[in-house]
């Protein structure tokens, strides 16, 4: 068996213009979104917003994979508060991720391991743990 990773998924977005008036549609035309700057009046999303929605989704799922594993059924009311931050450094922009995580009804040591395994297994986690600073709480 090849070490090589199977695609099972491909998105593709075309943006135009950037975060403060851009717009970005996906091929499937299911994602069409205006872009607006952070505290604006402007109509529309940012890219931190688009981060911490898709991260923290991501992140779900593979808790709810790691609760199946374990036979035992993910509370319908796990909650993930997460949020991207975007901060300016000398030598240029950074983000900065916090997550904040619920699961009514599990013991705390079993939402800890579960919630370390799935970040093991998020591809999102994966990802930006290594390139951001990365905060977990577990309520």
């Avoid at 700057?37 to 991501?58: H, M, R, V």
């Avoid at 009514?104 to 040591?109: R, T």
Wanted: glycine residues 6%.
């Amino acid at each position: 068996m090849s070490n090589t990773p199977k695609e099972i998924y491909t998105a593709r977005t075309e943006t135009i213009g950037g975060r403060e008036s851009g717009v970005s549609r996906s091929s499937d035309g299911v994602l069409d979104i205006r872009f607006s700057a952070p505290d604006s009046t402007g109509i529309g999303t940012n890219p931190e917003q688009l981060l911490s929605a898709a991260w923290s989704a991501s992140l779900a799922s593979a808790i709810a994979f790691v609760a199946r594993k374990n036979n035992v059924a993910l509370p319908t009311d796990l909650k993930i508060s997460a949020e991207v931050a975007i901060s300016h450094a000398v030598d240029g922009y950074v983000l900065e991720a916090r997550m904040s995580i619920s699961m009514p009804g599990i013991d705390g040591d079993t939402t800890k391991r579960w919630v370390d395994e799935a970040r093991q297994i998020c591809p999102f986690s994966k990802a930006l743990s290594q390139a951001l600073h990365v905060t977990v709480e577990l309520d």
